[in-house]
């Protein structure tokens, strides 16, 4: 099986991490869940409905649809919490990457545990800067919001792709393909990891402030 490969990057402040990488997150997430499956018997069930939120940035002028699922939130914010601390950690001006994983189980015989394999990955390179003042802030705020946008754009048109999704399983192997561990929704098995660069490139950063002179000049 090829898996795919997706890559965004984004170019925020340190108090825009967060909410950035939830807005990514969570879009993928609700393209990539299904309500809960309901067995009658082998072969033959229906699909519950997935409740969704808009969710207003406070740092970012951007709005964004995510599953309403609460437990769900509270994993993807626990991963994006972590990735935001560490980058913290590494500076004011920082990079690094966070990825969402879709794979599916293939079961192994004892004692071997279960394979992972795979199937599509997005990758998410956030580019930290450190700006001056209270204009170039509310400068980047709306700049962030418009790319954030543009990505969401992005990410829909590539998962209306016609390309492989593991087909619907049977009740026995439902856990195979989906984590049933949510008591309102069902996502595709899926992980979340992060890295960290040390420093941020300085093309990057010029890239950013000149972006804000040339807006203020306008």
């Known amino acids: 099986m090829n898996c795919r490969s997706e890559v965004l990057e984004v170019t925020v402040e340190a108090r825009q991490v967060e909410e950035a990488m939830l807005a990514l997150l969570h ?12 067995y009658k018997k082998e072969g033959t069930y229906s699909i519950g409905t997935v409740g969704t939120l808009d969710i207003d940035c406070d740092f970012i002028d951007f709005t964004f649809v995510r599953v309403s699922s609460e437990e769900l939130d509270r994993g993807i ?11 913290s950690i590494s500076g004011s001006d920082g990079m690094g990457q966070i990825s969402l994983e879709f794979y599916q189980k293939k079961k192994s015989r004892w004692p071997f545990s279960d394979e992972c394999i795979p199937w599509e990955v997005w990758s998410i390179k ?5 700006l001056a003042n209270e ?7 709306e700049k962030v ?4 946008g543009e990505k969401v754009i ?3 048109e590539v998962i209306n792709r016609h390309e492989y999704l593991p ?7 439902v856990d195979n393909v989906f984590d049933t561990s949510l008591k309102d929704v069902q996502p595709y098995l899926y992980k979340i990891t992060y890295q960290i660069t ?8 010029t890239t950013m402030r000149r972006l804000i002179k040339d807006t203020l000049a306008l």
């Open 167 to 173: 087909k619907m399983p049977t009740q026995s192997e």
């Open 27 to 38: 879009t993928i997430l609700l393209h990539r869940s299904s309500g809960k499956f309901h």
């Open 77 to 87: 914010r626990r991963a994006v919490s972590e990735f935001k601390d560490a980058l």
């Open 198 to 205: 040390d420093t941020l490139g300085t093309s990057v950063s």
């Open 135 to 141: 204009q170039e802030r509310q400068i980047c705020r």
């Open 145 to 148: 919001g418009e790319k954030l």
């Open 154 to 156: 992005n990410v829909v």
């Open 126 to 130: 956030v580019n930290v800067v450190n």
